[in-house]
């Protein structure tokens, strides 16, 4: 049985899909760009502004399934730049110390021409 994550907390999905799915024991969360979900704007200008609102972003989906960074178990990030990577770390770093597992990658476009996006997997058991 799957079931729909869904909170105000968290920009809402702009295309076709879900902010999250639960399966079994395991949340799938969606990408998560940096989107203030009060104003629906960007949420700030700089590699470290914009990965600490994806963080937060993220900590909201996860609690509205019923978890925290400490359940996530992968995650995926993408960056427009890979220039940005050590400053992206040092926020990433802040919010998952259980160390997930974890890919990284530059891509060529992110929606909205932000300059990251994560998505994780979360062990909800």
């Known amino acids: 049985m799957l079931k729909k994550i869904s909170t105000d907390k968290a920009p809402a999905a702009i295309g076709p899909y879900s902010q999250g799915i639960i399966a079994g024991d395991m949340l799938y969360a969606s990408g998560q760009i940096p989107i203030d979900p009060a104003t629906g704007e960007i949420a700030g200008k700089d590699i470290t502004e914009q990965a600490e ?73």
Do not use: W
């Open 53 to 125: 609102q994806v963080m937060k972003n993220v900590g909201e989906i996860l609690k509205a399934a019923g978890a925290d960074y400490g359940k996530v178990v992968k995650t995926t990030c993408f960056l427009a730049e890979m220039a940005d990577f050590a400053a992206f770390n040092a926020v990433y770093e802040k919010y998952f110390t259980e160390k997930p597992a974890r890919s990284c990658v530059a891509v060529k476009d992110l929606p909205k021409a932000v300059l990251c996006e994560v998505e994780v997997i979360a062990y909800l058991g």
